[in-house]
């Protein structure tokens, strides 16, 4: 129409005017919208002379009608379908990809969870044989860094983007002058254990004669340099703990970060089976100088100083020795300061096991780490639960050999430093002059998925894809070779390693591509049964593991000369001087070593022990030995100092440590930190400029007779903290204000002996009765849940699954502190005092218990919380207005509210995508709350009509939780699992005794703290 | 038998009542004093402040306030309970004492009905401003609506109480206009300007003054003064419902409704002792309203005082008969834990102060009285502190302990409050006499013709 306008001829120039505020209005392209059309008809059906009346009207309707088009719907945007739609792809169905997690260096494997392209969950790959369908905190949290902002870059060269091409070319080219120089070319790792990219390496180290160092932040590097003296093979076996019926921890953390936690947690389980009719109970000794998860976990715990390994495993090697008749000559080594009969306990049960027992070290000193293998030797439990012959490559950092890099550094002998999935600018205690050798270096390369603060230094910053965006393989141990497949097209113009290192050595295939050529050649021929290539790939693909047989590796026997230079192992120590304590530096038991401390969902999750998030703690034993501090109300400032530098840390006494010994994590401190300021929380708080979360204590991390050393002497005094360096909620460590309550209303605990009396729990625990005639109950399905305190290592996995799959957003440190955490489960830790000098420890994952008299439902005035006909208790968010009574009046204390509108922080970090589309997003003042996955009982409900296969729900806390301490199921069905754990006499409720009728049971803890070991049988 | 009234003593009678009256409702007029001013624009000042916090936590969202997932409530609901409790003086001295027959209630009836006015609108400010989404409150009314067969949880006791505040809302506004209507006709009668008269003539609705209109009035407000003494019993009752029928430690108990009824009208005959005091200076009927006439009030809140103190007595003895070890926890918390300073607050406030009144002299002296009513009130607010507060940081699971630290974000709205309440009675007392004219007349009637009553009563 406005065409024709343009056509008339002999038009004033007001008629122009007007013409264009006519075109202005909608409908001036393509279909006449309706406000708009009429108008243009109007305006030249007079003629050319227009009144001032009409004009007016005319100009009015033409402003007006822009004020319609504001009110119009927006711009109309095509959806086009498919028009060959992908085959396997269902809008809303997910599909899932195996993978193997690359939060560690564990190499678990995941299955990622798609929905309409979107990768929005993890979930352990059942098939996996290391994981076996688990998945620990950090793999769950590592989805969220797929979508995190900060982290798709493009490739840099000295600080500029430049295109792949660019940075290929002159990286190249400064390589081959470095070689023309007669200058070193250095490659540095952290560990590898992905076999085509190892290769792609060795022949990236060969073409260019390149010295190639390793290292880990946390290192076991002890663990391999004494099976190089015992075995005559620099490695660190595979613990196969689920073979194990007496497990002997000295300092490693196996259930916490040592290794493998998932596998580890996993094999513990099935040595801890109460639930079945076959009885199965290990016996779990552990000395540490700090509480650990693991040591929350044992039946014996005991302290031991940092450095004492070496005497307390020679006094166990000797009596062991004694007791199996073997005389055994070891250089004389002072007895450790524990009690005689403690260690004839120990190795009483270590030789009634023998060949089904199991000695573990974790300390960075190769002379206990002999003497560990010693035992193990003499206990016969190499080729069982100790194998070598096929070895772990969970660790196979090597940091004797930094100090060689170091000197060549600093001597100017390296022209090229390479560094690959690392970061040692943080990581190693030299890394500030590491930083300084880089920033001259004419080839610095870095290639890893995340900015770090070595990337800062780096003359090419080479950006890898997510896990879940690239092809590659992984070897975690011997036994173990799977495929890691990606789930969703690259979001960014990263690079694989693999493809980046092919590029480097003339090739172009894609990852893909080679990691297929690399399984044709060397893990097809290993494969069991025939099949052709693409039969075996495919089929591995599917599994997420390939079925092959395990790789030997030729060991010698045992070298009884090791012992001989076992003086010479020691590591030397500067033992603490008066008004010192030994520092021990451990891994968080959340972000572990670090790498991933810029995510959000592990900083926001509290720890274990300490109940702190988003920052580092100190740790110091609950009745310090320096008497000026006893007055002081912890949490309290502490400055550590060092010889070098001054620490400022919160300090809280926790409980279960040795007097002599503070400890502190590692992992914080990350500079790229303070960008979390901005990304969780409400961000309308106008909090202006962040700062970095915590402190990077790998600077005190020392590195003795070429092993890296946690501990050392520090001095440490009281000083005012200008602000925490941790989120603290408030709450002391219960024990505090316990000891009023009856703690059996929430945690049980019952010996062996008791269990096997069959003094079931039914009479211990019996609940009031009813008066209430229960004539309304769930006839049909009613949903239950069972939670075995007893195999709970309080890793904190279910907690991260749970905020994965329901949109739980993070609050950010302010909010943490002041108690408000959104999560829906969450871990209570019990410290339980008794038996004298016997402590205990339990942790309770406490969810919305969805008890059939429910508390919060009577309450509501507007009925926005109800019982749905299946036993859940259901909170419909749309209909909440706030009012928090229900909060108020649950006694689990499990609702959580919205204080503020968290959705825009979503759309700020880049989370959206990632967000679980089954799952509604909710909004500012509404309560929530554990649901059960009601998502995931609906879907599978629609799969049992659909297919009429019986129903499979797996809630995201049952279906992570590494130690299978959570069953999910119908209560009304007598065929279910959960009827095992229901009727199991550990069974008992949470404030049973308030008449609530949760639907949640527990079952008690059980230690095996028989005094006396029974006949074996 | 009725003494017939000579008509000298009756023309004697009628001049003293013009002058009763026109004392009384003089203060209306003349040009507002200074202190007025002042007073009047510190209270719009903290209104002020309160409308700037409301506007931030309506904007940011109640996260603004300190309360956390173990204290879902606090200062504001504390602040609720507070002004509710002050909400029931006025009922309490015009109905359940009218019904008494108590003549010495007329010096400050009328302030204390608009006080009640006042405290119910500061009350039924906070629980809409602590809701997480406040827009949404109009749910709680049980409308017929379009969303099928969702209603209101009447099982809830937020329901109750929305039912038994706007109930109580509702008689005390009506209450308080129907013994308005005869000195609102006086006012008409008197103003100078059609406007004032118009204005004061639609309010008084067409009162006339005639014989069988005060029957008929006397009835009324006799029957409404029932029905609020019901009220005055129920509303407190069904707010200290909230916290007894929950399962909370602390909260769960069945000596909460004599106890909140109690302690809600002590609070509130604090509140009149303050207001007499103040407003005699303010509004000028200082010489009409002595100490003396605060004496039976005086009374009363000793009486309150004791009362309340055996309920602390009796709290504690039962949660320590009980032997349940989470109310034991509540109550060592209280003593020894971090209820201690709001809890000694409560007993020096609420059960130390008003001791003063066994003493003769006290109950006449206005800076004994004016301390001690303060003194009562903040102790009556810090004792729904202790109540609302302290059980819930306490809780059942050790983990879930969590202490509680209000915001300025949420002592703003508090602050509001004061000033909405100060302004409003300073507003409503220039409108409508601070002193029942109409029932001051009928007291010098009585005075002078002692058998008026008699004679009235056999007309009936």
Redesign the interface.
Known sequence: MGDEIANREGRSERDRRRRTLAERAPGRTGPVSHEGGRLPTEAVSGDSSLERRSFLRLSGAAVGSLFLEQCSRGPTEEMIPYLVPPEDLVPGEPIYYTSVCGGCTAGCGVLAKCLDGRPVKLEGNPNHPASRGALCALGQASLWELYDSGRALPPRQAGREVPWETLDFSCLKALEEVRRRGLGVTLLTGTINRPSLLNQLQRFAERWEAAWYSYDPISVSAVAAAHERTHGLRAVPDYRIDRADVLVGVGADFLGHWMAPVEFAQGYRDGRQLETSRLRLSRHYQFEPYLTLTGARADFRYLSAPGEEPYLLAALVRRVAALLGRPLSLPPLADPRLSLEVLDDVADHLVASAGRSLVLCGAQNPAAQVLTNLLNEILSNYGRTVEIAYPSFRKTGWEADLETLRKELAAGDVGAVIMVRCDPVFELFWGKELASHLDGLPVSVLVADQPTETADHVRFFCPEPHYLERWEDSQPTARVTAPAQPAVKRLGSTRPALETFERWLGGQRDDLTIVRDYWREKVYPRQVGVASFEQFWTESLAKGAANIRPERVSVSAFRMEALESLGDLMVPERSALEGESILVLHPSNTIAEGRHSHNPWLQELPDPIT?SSWGPVLRIPKSPFQATLTAQESPFGVQLETQEREFRLTALEIPGQHSAVVAAPLGYGRPDTDRLQHLVG?I??GRVGGSIIGVNLFTLVTCEGGFFQYHRPVRWTHTEAVKPSAAL???KF?SD??K???LEV?VRRMTLAELLSQRSSEAVLEEAPNLWPEDHGPSGRHWGMAIDLGACTGCGACVVACQAENNIPCVGPE?SS????LHWI?L???HLEDFGDREDWIFQP?LCQHCDRA?CE??????ATVHSSEGLNEQIYN???????C???C???V???????YRDTYAANGEKPGLNPEVTVR?????EKCTFCVQRIQRAKIEEKLTGEPLAVQTACQQTCPSRAIVFGDLNDPEDPLAGYVQNPRRYRV?AE?G?RPSVFYLALVRNQETRRKSDG | MAEVASRESTSEIGAELRQLASLLLATLEGRRKLVWWCLLAAATACMGIGVFACWELLRRGVGVWGINHSVAWGVAVVTFVFWIGIAHAGTFLSAILHLLHQPWRTAFSRLAEGATLLAVLCAAMFPLLHLGRPWLAFWMLPYPNTRGSLWVNFRSPLMWDFVAIATYFIISVLFFWLGLLPDLAALRDRASSPAVRRFYGRLSLGWHGGERLWTHWRQVYDLLAGLATALVISVHSIVSWDFAVSLVPGWHSTIYPPYFVVGAIFSGLAMVITLSLLGGRVFGFRRLVTVEDLEPVAKLLLAGSCFIGLVYAAEFFHAYYAGDPFETAVFQDRLFGWMVIPFLLTLVGVVLAPQLFWFGGCRRSVPALLFVSLAVNVGMWCERFVIVVGPLQIGFLPGTQSLYHPTWWELGPILGSLGLFAAGLLVLFRIVPPLPAAEWKWRLLEERLPNLWIREDSTL
């Open positions: 109940d409400p309308d708080r909620p408030g709450s219960p204000r316990e009023e309550r009856p929430f909010e002041r108690g408000r955490l969450r209570h830790r019990y406490m508390p009577v309450v509501c005035p507007v009925l209909r909440c207005i706030g009012t928090r009574y909060a108020n009046n006694p689990y204390k609702r959580a509210f919205n204080w503020f509108d909004t500012r003042g509404v309560m404030l308030l609530t």
